[in-house]
Nanobody
Framework: QVQLVESGGGVVHAGVSLRLSCAAS????????MGWFRQAPGKGREFVAH????????YYADSVKGRFTISRDNAKNTVYLQMNSLEPEDTAVYYC????????????????WGQGTQVTVSS
């Protein structure tokens, strides 16, 4: 089992930055690729970013490429999502997940999920 706890969400104005954190406990963190997903009101959950086991490879949704950066610290069992130039369209509950880097866009590739953290961006 892996337990994931997200933090860092909040209410911000458009254009500012936020950094989300996801702390993992339980099984070996470095054994898992880590992803961030989000779910906006009335919409399905969508892929945002993924980082592989070592942290050397990262992948992003087109909607956040160039604005968001995913990183991980295996010594601290934590994955981060740095979100810059936030837009109202980024408003959503953000979830981190642990799983396989293979098929990282697919939610079914992930075995463990956090409870989510709300990000609200006002215009």
């Amino acid at each position: 089992q892996v337990q994931l706890v997200e933090s860092g969400g909040g209410v911000v104005h458009a254009g500012v930055s936020l950094r989300l954190s996801c702390a993992a406990s339980g099984r070996t963190f470095s054994n898992y690729g880590m992803g961030w997903f989000r779910q906006a009101p009335g919409k399905g959950r969508e892929f945002v970013a993924h980082i592989n086991l070592s942290g050397r490879s990262t992948y992003y949704a087109d909607s956040v490429k160039g604005r968001f950066t995913i990183s991980r610290d295996n010594a601290k069992n934590t994955v981060y999502l740095q979100m810059n130039s936030l837009e109202p369209e980024d408003t959503a509950v953000y979830y981190c997940a642990a799983g396989s880097t293979y098929d990282y866009i697919n939610q079914r590739a992930y075995d463990y999920w956090g409870q989510g953290t709300q990000v609200t961006v006002s215009s």
